[in-house]
């Protein structure tokens, strides 16, 4: 099941909202929140849950064993044990088909390709989970005694299926004793109409734009339009996942959960380091927090972290050579810029910046979607007119005014601009009033037209879900 | 100064806020519950007009689904499918989407994934000699049943090779291939070969791009004027060619192609009958004399609800058919088995829905026999695509039988049919795309092979 999804809005949140309101005792609370996470998640396919409950179990144990003797032998062997295992099952599931296909490619090399289906979310619970063992390890935070608690972590439906990652130390109050209150109401459905506004009126229809251009042979493709597909395409990457990560926040906060943001405004960067700190924060901060100064690089520890960062982030968004060289190729430019250092970035023009980092973030994404790098060749040859297709055609500009709109209102709403009214309107109570009450029945407006604007269109799963 | 003082200290202005946002979660709450409780009680509709189909139905429970997460698929699959109101809705968030961006003069553009390849100068290349059969045509065995279980279905609106816009006209983008043109002309040239007793009939249908395209595509694509003259010259002498292009064109400027559905307008069809009338020496139909002319506003035709052109919502249309004043009684054959399904008396027009072009003869769905009064000893075998299907009305003023047969679907054996029901002549009406493009094959399986 995901969010943007008549059945999930109508039917799923509602029942799950008026069942747990009207259970007043914490405990009952987690249960019941416990039972409609793994609903949620058993939802397409119920065997998985089973995987769900058995990492739980397991985890819960080396948790406990860590806790039990953090920082000593016995502790790190738990440790070794918990990383070994749950690396190990986001290797089988997600890469091994993966790596035997890399292996094949050497000379009398036939392996047989098993076909495995990766049970929904893995890349994320289990990352949550190696962020907890890791934290309860370094005695961040005390191995949770409770397992129901620990399974309401793992499982916590807003966040299980395309993240965020949130960590344990980041909810762990709340999984034990939360307050509810109106603000928190407000403050979750506000993010969840803003989120599921991104994703059904934005993010699916740039997509829509995105394939036009993209799923056929490419052959054809002038320099314009290249150009305005990758503009496109960028843009629907971040609110689709925006989008999700909106609803998961909202949703979480409905039930009284505060998740960390996982996007802040990431274009208004003007270096790829701080592109980073502002996309996909939960994935950037776990890397950051947990594997870059992993100490198996010696003097080169630098590089080698580096390395080891951008490759596994790249690695993480699929089993495939183009996401490695997307990680890479960011990798590169953090460690241009770490060469150039700060204060020599920031005596560069703010303009230059600008058009600097989304030119790099854009060509990114043209690595991002190609998974066939042939294909991928054939689009950078058209970006750059390499093809001999021109730099438009005759008629590309009519396709590009059908949805000037469109992109129009997602370009602006890339930018924070949000926040900046806000910081106007406060000001005087009375222009803060009337900037709530226009914001509520916009927010309202919002959710009901992309309630309508669903039932129509085909239901695009959110990109992330696939990682 | 004054306005300073005026204003609410921090706890006040909290308190202000936050009585506003409690309204709007209970209004927040309103509208899932009520959505939650509607969505549940009221009734979900089963089969869509807009998208000619069944809607998906309630699964049955059974372990082994659940087991396997089928019954919640279905389960949801069925809950977004039929939610109540959903033509409505759909229309409503079509028109929203609509806005989502400008027409550059006046013209929308989709062209699926790559840009058509613009069609580079095929040789004319020869046409084969019609060769006969050992037997003739009174030899073969009566018709069977057509062995296809293919049904008419929205397929065919699948083959999106580009669509544009202009001045609120919707329009395929045409092109064609000679050796496809080469395939329907040498079935057609075969048939009057084998069967020369026949008066053979070609109408080549015009796409409504052939008259109506931008100034800035026209001439970009395949020619349709060059193409129709392409196919009269390798037509045989005694097949009869309806000139339906240079017909129109007269009277582009009245509604002969609907705007939002690919056909021809039943105006369109009557002024390419009139036509073949007058080259029949038929009773020549007049519409204000013969037919009754009646009109629906509102009209979105297939662009709008299978090509998902969506900005078409903003543009209906007026619909206007002709029913006969004469008396004329149908009988419709399933192409399945070949028995009679439905039969009617001096009503040709049905399904007063859209897309309304289907309204004549439940649309592709039959194969239809209509009798006339018009006692002129002609009788007619009108082999045709979707464009062929609005003939009949006008037909009947100057054909004792009409035989609507689609090609597509039609598996028995042509010239034993032919044969068999005695006609005096073979219309075969389709559009350009069919006679120059991969249907033409269905003719060449049909009278050649």
Redesign the interface.
């Known amino acids: 099941m995901n969010f943007s999804n008549l059945f999930f809005l109508y039917a799923f949140l509602p029942a799950t909202l008026l069942l747990y309101y009207l259970i007043p005792n914490i405990h009952y609370r987690n249960a019941v929140l416990i039972f409609v996470s793994l609903i949620f998640y058993a939802w397409g396919n119920p065997t998985m849950v089973l995987l769900l409950l058995l990492v739980c179990i397991v985890n819960y144990f080396l948790g406990r064993g860590i806790g039990a003797a953090p920082g000593m032998k016995k502790g790190k062997l738990f440790l070794s044990v918990g990383l070994v295992l749950n690396i190990g099952l986001l290797f089988v599931y997600k890469y091994l088909a993966f790596f035997l296909e890399t292996v094949n490619l050497l000379p009398k090399v036939s392996l047989p390709i098993p076909n495995i289906i990766m049970p929904l979310g893995l890349s994320f619970f289990t990352f949550r989970i190696i962020s907890y063992l890791l934290d309860v390890y370094w005695e961040k935070v005390s191995a949770e005694r409770s397992f129901p608690v620990f399974l309401l972590f793992v499982s916590l439906f807003p966040c299980t299926v395309a993240g965020p990652i949130v960590r344990y130390q980041t909810i762990f109050k709340c999984l034990h004793s939360r307050k509810h209150s109106r603000e928190d109401l407000w403050y979750g459905f506000m993010r969840l109409s803003v989120g599921l506004g991104k994703k059904v009126i934005l993010a699916d229809q740039l997509y829509m734009v995105t394939e036009h251009y993209f799923s056929g042979s490419l052959q054809n493709l002038s320099v314009a339009e290249a150009w305005f597909a990758l503009l496109v395409y960028t843009m629907y990457v971040y609110f689709d996942f925006s989008g999700y990560s909106d609803m998961a926040i909202g949703i979480a906060r409905l039930f009284g959960f505060r998740f960390e943001e996982n996007f802040r405004y990431p274009f208004v960067c003007t270096t790829i380091s701080e592109f980073w700190q502002r996309w996909h924060i939960s994935l950037g901060s776990f890397f950051r927090d947990y594997l870059l100064y992993v100490p198996i690089f010696g003097k080169m520890r630098i590089y080698g972290g580096l390395f080891l960062v951008w490759f596994s982030t790249g690695l993480w968004h699929g089993a495939s050579w183009n996401y490695v060289i997307w990680g890479l190729y960011f990798g590169l430019f953090i460690l241009l810029e770490t060469k150039i250092g700060k204060k020599k970035m920031k005596k560069i023009p703010v303009f230059i910046r600008h058009i600097y980092t989304k030119f790099v973030i854009a060509l990114g994404f043209g690595i991002f979607y190609f998974t066939d790098l042939s294909r991928m060749g054939v689009f950078f040859k058209c970006l750059f007119g390499l093809d001999g297709n021109g730099l438009i055609h005759e008629f590309s500009s009519v396709y590009m005014m059908n949805h000037l709109i469109l992109v129009l209102i997602s370009l602006l709403c890339i930018f924070p601009w949000v926040p900046f009214f806000k910081k106007k309107l406060e000001r005087h109570t009375a222009t803060i009033a009337v900037g709530e009450c226009v914001c509520g029945i916009l927010l309202l407006a919002l959710f009901i037209l992309s309630s309508i604007i669903l039932v129509s269109s085909t239901n695009q799963p959110f990109l992330y879900t696939q990682f | 100064m004054e306005?300073q003082q005026q204003?609410?200290n921090r706890p006040?202005?909290n308190n202000?806020?936050?009585a506003?946002?409690?309204?709007?979660?209970y209004?927040?709450?309103a509208?899932?519950?009520s959505?939650?409780v509607l969505?549940?009680v009221l009734e979900r509709p089963s089969y869509s007009q807009d998208e000619k189909r069944e809607l998906a139905t309630m699964p049955s429970f059974s372990l082994s689904a659940?087991?396997?997460?089928e019954y919640?698929?279905a389960?949801?699959y069925f809950?977004?499918d039929t939610?109540p109101y959903?033509s409505e809705?759909?229309r409503?968030?079509?028109r929203?989407?609509s806005?989502?961006?400008?027409?550059?003069?006046d013209?929308?553009?989709?062209?699926?994934?790559?840009?058509p390849?613009i069609p580079s100068e095929e040789p004319d290349g020869t046409l084969p000699p019609v060769t006969t059969p050992g037997t003739n045509a009174e030899e073969v065995p009566a018709v069977t049943p057509s062995q296809s279980t293919e049904k008419p279905n929205v397929n065919e609106f699948s083959q999106n090779q580009g669509i544009v816009t202009y001045k609120k006209r919707a329009m395929e983008l045409y092109w064609g291939s000679k050796a496809s043109m080469r395939d329907y002309a040498l079935s057609l040239n075969t048939l009057q070969t084998r069967m020369p007793e026949l008066n053979v009939w070609s109408m080549n249908i015009p796409i409504s791009s052939a008259y109506y395209l931008p100034p800035?595509?026209a001439g970009?694509y395949g020619d349709q004027e060059q193409d129709c003259a392409y196919i009269r010259s390798l037509l045989q002498e005694g097949v009869y060619y309806v000139d339906v292009y240079n017909v129109l064109k007269k009277h582009v400027d009245e509604d002969i192609y609907l705007r939002t559905d690919h056909h021809w307008s039943y105006l369109g069809v009557f002024y390419a009958v009139e036509e073949m009338m007058k080259q029949a020496n038929l009773p020549v139909p007049n519409l204000s004399d013969d037919y009754v002319t009646k009109s629906k506003d509102g009209n979105l035709g297939s662009f709008y609800l299978y090509f998902d052109q969506k900005?078409l919502v903003n543009y209906p249309e007026t619909f206007t058919w002709y029913e006969p004043k004469f008396s004329f009684d149908c009988t419709y054959y399933s192409y399945d088995t070949m028995q009679v399904v439905k039969t009617s008396q001096n009503k040709m027009f049905f399904y007063y829905s859209e897309p309304f072009y289907d309204m004549v003869n439940y649309g592709d769905s039959y194969l239809t026999h209509v009798k006339t009064s018009a006692n002129t000893g002609r009788k007619v075998a009108v082999f045709k695509d979707s464009f062929g299907n609005a003939l009949a009305p006008f037909l009947a003023k100057g054909f004792d039988e009409i035989w609507v047969i689609d090609l597509r679907y039609f598996k028995g054996d042509a010239y034993a049919f032919l044969a068999e029901k005695g006609v005096t002549d073979v219309l075969m009406a389709s559009c350009m795309f069919t006679n120059a493009g991969y249907k033409s094959s269905y003719y060449k399986n049909l009278f050649v092979s």
């Open positions: 306005n204003e609410l006040q202005r202000v806020l936050f506003i946002r409690i309204v709007f979660v209004l927040f709450f509208v899932l519950l959505g939650a969505l549940l659940l087991y396997k997460g919640t698929e389960l949801q809950y977004n939610i959903r809705l759909k409503f968030s079509d929203v989407l806005y989502k961006g400008f027409a550059q003069d013209v929308y553009i989709d062209i699926p994934g790559d840009l390849p800035s595509l970009k900005h």
